[in-house]
């Protein structure tokens, strides 16, 4: 999303996403150091977090002992995205800075809709709600290797439970979703 502010200028939301180990992080890092050496305004912000509420939601979607149903996961991520957005982005984006995000909504659509087997079209639906409340979308920059590939890359020790480092048998190809279209 863009946004023009009153004195003129513009703030745009970008994404990384893609499959675990294609190296989303490492890239919104390196493009981060570049806009410092390059005196650009902008904002590293991660999801589910960068908020009080989001990271005490991020705690417990990371903790092993919650079990969680995979529609409560999903919900308790899209209070964590309505709190960052409205308190973090879109603040930011009315300031005129580049915002760049780790993960936002494809990464729902995989690991919740796909991989937890919500279904990717329920996932949308129920996603629109939020988006439509807070009127924010984002460019995305889609990061993707093989899943074989991926699988030999070194993971962090902690994140998601049952991600494909934490899992065996079809993670890797259930959380697999096509990129984004390009608009035309």
Same mark, same amino acid.
């Given at each position: 999303?863009?946004?023009?502010?009153?004195?003129?200028? #513009?703030?745009?939301?970008?994404?990384?996403?893609?499959?675990?180990?294609?190296?989303?992080?490492?890239?919104?890092?390196?493009?981060?150091?570049?806009?410092?050496?390059?005196?650009?305004?902008?904002?590293?912000?991660?999801?589910?977090?960068?908020?009080? %509420? @989001?990271?005490?939601?991020?705690?417990?979607?990371?903790?092993? @002992?919650?079990?969680?149903?995979?529609? #409560?996961?999903?919900?308790?991520?899209? %209070? %964590?995205?309505?709190?960052?957005?409205?308190?973090?982005?879109?603040?930011?984006?009315?300031?005129?800075?580049l915002?760049?995000?780790?993960?936002?909504?494809?990464?729902?659509?995989?690991?919740?809709?796909?991989?937890?087997?919500?279904?990717?079209?329920?996932?949308?639906?129920i996603?629109?709600?939020?988006?439509?409340?807070?009127?924010?979308?984002?460019?995305?920059?889609?990061?993707?290797?093989?899943?074989p590939?991926?699988?030999?890359?070194?993971?962090?020790?902690?994140?998601?439970? @049952?991600?494909?480092?934490? &899992?065996?048998?079809?993670w890797?190809?259930?959380?697999?979703?096509?990129?984004?279209? &390009?608009?035309?």
């Amino acid at each position: 999303m863009s946004s023009i502010t009153p004195e003129g200028r #513009t703030g745009l939301f970008i994404v990384f996403e893609g499959v675990e180990g294609a190296g989303k992080t490492t890239h919104l890092r390196r493009l981060s150091r570049r806009l410092d050496q390059l005196g650009i305004a902008h904002v590293v912000v991660r999801e589910p977090g960068g908020t009080p %509420a @989001g990271e005490r939601i991020r705690d417990i979607l990371l903790d092993p @002992g919650s079990e969680l149903f995979s529609e #409560t996961e999903l919900l308790l991520l899209l %209070a %964590a995205r309505a709190e960052f957005v409205r308190r973090v982005v879109r603040p930011a984006l009315e300031r005129g800075e580049l915002v760049l995000g780790d993960r936002y909504e494809l990464s729902t659509l995989a690991y919740q809709g796909a991989a937890r087997g919500i279904g990717t079209d329920k996932v949308r639906e129920i996603n629109a709600s939020p988006r439509r409340v807070c009127g924010l979308t984002a460019r995305c920059c889609f990061a993707s290797i093989p899943s074989p590939v991926a699988a030999g890359r070194p993971m962090p020790p902690t994140g998601w439970r @049952g991600s494909l480092w934490h &899992s065996t048998g079809p993670w890797p190809t259930r959380t697999r979703i096509s990129p984004p279209r &390009s608009p035309r």
